[in-house]
């Protein structure tokens, strides 16, 4: 569903600007903040804000107060329910199969530690990763 509001998106930029370029440009920058990267929330929180405008003019267009605000309301709720995958990422232990078993590499203790690369490899088999971010320091 969030693929086709990405479509429509991209197919109102690509009729505004009279471009293949404005299209797809905008189809696959909204794709990829939605899908790869942690501005997800944001720009889930933005459509859906949008969304809101939306029943609130449509509403308004009745001239009654109270219709817009309930078209406000209920465009926003469903916009968060649509858009919660945004919100919402699943940590990469329920992504992964449940009889797969994470794989340790050999040697993984950080310098310093005490207990050694055994000792280090011991501790995390019995424990979960929950985020993991790799970063590259040079000397």
Known sequence: MVVA???FTAFVVGMV?????????????LY?????TRLSAV????????????????????GEFGVAS????????????????GFYRPSARAQRAPDSQPVEPPGCAQPGDPR??????????????????????SP
């Open 5 to 7: 509001e990405f479509l």
């Open 17 to 29: 600007t009279e471009a293949w370029l404005g299209f797809f440009g905008t189809f696959i920058v």
């Open 32 to 36: 990829a903040l939605f899908r790869f």
């Open 43 to 62: 720009l889930a929180l933005a459509l859906s804000l949008y969304w809101g405008f939306i029943g609130y003019h449509l509403g308004a267009v009745t």
């Open 70 to 85: 309930l078209l406000a309301v209920v465009g926003f709720f469903v916009a968060i329910w649509v858009h919660i995958e």
């Open 116 to 137: 050694g690369a055994a000792g280090a490899a011991s501790m995390s088999a019995s424990s979960d990763v929950i985020d993991v971010e790799y970063r590259v320091v």
